[in-house]
């Protein structure tokens, strides 16, 4: 068996008690934080379930998991940690499926998800749109789909949620103000008034913990300081009046 679980999205506290009991009963334990930041305390953790966390890196898990979590999974019970809810990335989605054709039965263990947490900034969850990632750009790689996305969920008055990116094992996670900036430099070559300085936006922090969430102009909140990772960029669609309320409180925190 290989059990799928959750640690929440924001440290080890967010770990649900069903978890903690599984975790304590089987052998091996894998873990992997290139999808998303992890805040918690590791070391607490196996404190907690009494055995040493393996990590991960992301060629462990999508190019050579025969290799390891599968592996031990066809002989004995093992799980995979996920900073976040089990399902929300596609990598989770293909070890489920190359378990599945590997005989090997999984479960999924949920928890809190940025997909939840994302309603602290006082929106609907109905009123969102098509979610987009946003890649740092590269040499020779500068993608601008998320662009498209956020005016296609703009013509129908839906929020948009951009996932930022996560280099783990660079050390590298992209903020709030990154986000923003590379918004601004498509809009100058694009020139379709879709994500202007003047486009009200909202950037938040670490959502679920220490939450920090700004709401304003681009051009005021691409210079404030949002701290440690993980962060999210939010642009608002059409607002429902009990939104617009939400929303002017943050403008006074």
Do not use: W
């Not at 979610?131 to 498209?148: C, L, Q, V």
């Not at 103000?177 to 909202?202: H, M, P, V, Y």
């Amino acid at each position: 068996m290989l059990y799928l679980i959750g640690l929440g999205i924001h440290d080890e506290e967010d770990i649900s008690l069903r978890s903690l009991n599984i975790l304590k009963k089987i052998d091996k334990v894998y873990a992997e934080f290139y999808t998303n930041a992890f805040n918690g305390d590791l070391g607490r953790l196996e404190g907690l379930i009494g055995k040493k966390i393996l990590i991960l890196s992301r060629q462990d898990l999508e190019e050579r998991p025969d290799e390891n979590i599968l592996k031990y999974s066809l002989k004995e019970d093992a799980a995979l940690l996920v900073s976040g809810d089990p399902m929300i990335a596609t990598t989770h989605s293909d070890i489920v499926l190359r378990a599945g054709k590997s005989g090997i039965k999984t479960r999924v263990i949920h928890s809190s998800s940025i997909y939840s947490a994302v309603m602290e900034t006082g929106l609907q969850a109905y009123n969102f749109g098509k979610t987009a990632s946003i890649p740092y750009p590269e040499k020779g790689y500068h993608p601008t789909s998320f662009y498209d996305v956020l005016r296609d969920n703009l013509k129908l008055g839906a929020h948009t949620l951009f996932l930022l990116d996560v280099r783990a094992e660079e050390d590298r996670y992209m903020t709030v103000n990154d986000a923003i900036r590379i918004l601004l430099q498509i809009e100058e070559k694009r020139r379709e008034s879709i994500f202007t300085e003047e486009t009200l936006c909202i950037g938040a922090a670490r959502l679920g913990g220490d939450s920090l969430i700004r709401y304003g102009k681009a051009k005021d909140v691409k210079d404030y300081d949002f701290g440690k990772p993980p962060h999210i960029l939010v642009v608002p669609g059409r607002l429902h009046f009990m939104e617009e309320e939400m929303l002017e409180t943050l403008t006074h925190k």
